[in-house]
């Protein structure tokens, strides 16, 4: 899902990720400076960005979500992604949507979060 734009057994995938487009590896290393501020690891490998849509034009849809919906930076991170990602050459536009389906679950973490995190 996250990782590789491939579901988790279980769990839907909510759209393709633009994993063939040009752009798409700069913008998850974007994504991967936006730390959840509770937890120690970057939005990316935690596994809250769902799907990376970036159009032909080079505007970019990030669709996330957040480890919990009363998550005291739900109206922040948002920005902070948009701020991560919008200063990369050839991004045109950036729109992050919050989504709470699928819920998060730490079955979303990328291995490399999960060792951080003692999980492995």
Same mark, same amino acid.
């Given at each position: 899902? =996250?990782?590789?734009? +491939?579901?988790?057994?279980?769990?839907?995938?909510? %759209?393709?990720?633009?994993?063939?487009?040009?752009?798409?590896d /700069?913008?998850? !290393?974007?994504?991967? =400076?936006?730390y959840?501020? +509770?937890?120690?690891?970057?939005?990316?490998? $935690?596994? $809250?960005?769902?799907?990376?849509?970036?159009?032909? +034009?080079?505007?970019?849809?990030?669709? *996330?979500? $957040?480890? %919990?919906?009363?998550?005291?930076?739900?109206?922040?991170?948002?920005?902070?992604?948009? #701020?991560?990602? /919008?200063?990369?050459?050839g991004?045109? =536009?950036?729109?992050?949507? $919050? =989504?709470? !389906?699928?819920?998060?679950? *730490?079955? *979303?973490?990328? #291995? +490399? %979060?999960?060792?951080?995190?003692?999980? *492995?």
């Amino acid at each position: 899902m =996250t990782q590789n734009a +491939e579901p988790l057994e279980g769990i839907p995938l909510i %759209a393709p990720s633009s994993i063939d487009h040009p752009l798409f590896d /700069s913008v998850v !290393d974007g994504c991967r =400076t936006v730390y959840d501020p +509770e937890i120690p690891v970057n939005i990316y490998d $935690l596994g $809250l960005i769902y799907t990376i849509d970036i159009s032909a +034009e080079n505007d970019v849809i990030i669709i *996330m979500t $957040l480890t %919990a919906p009363g998550c005291p930076v739900a109206g922040d991170m948002p920005g902070w992604v948009v #701020d991560a990602v /919008s200063p990369i050459e050839g991004v045109k =536009t950036v729109d992050v949507q $919050l =989504t709470w !389906d699928p819920p998060w679950g *730490m079955e *979303m973490m990328s #291995d +490399e %979060a999960r060792l951080e995190l003692g999980f *492995m």
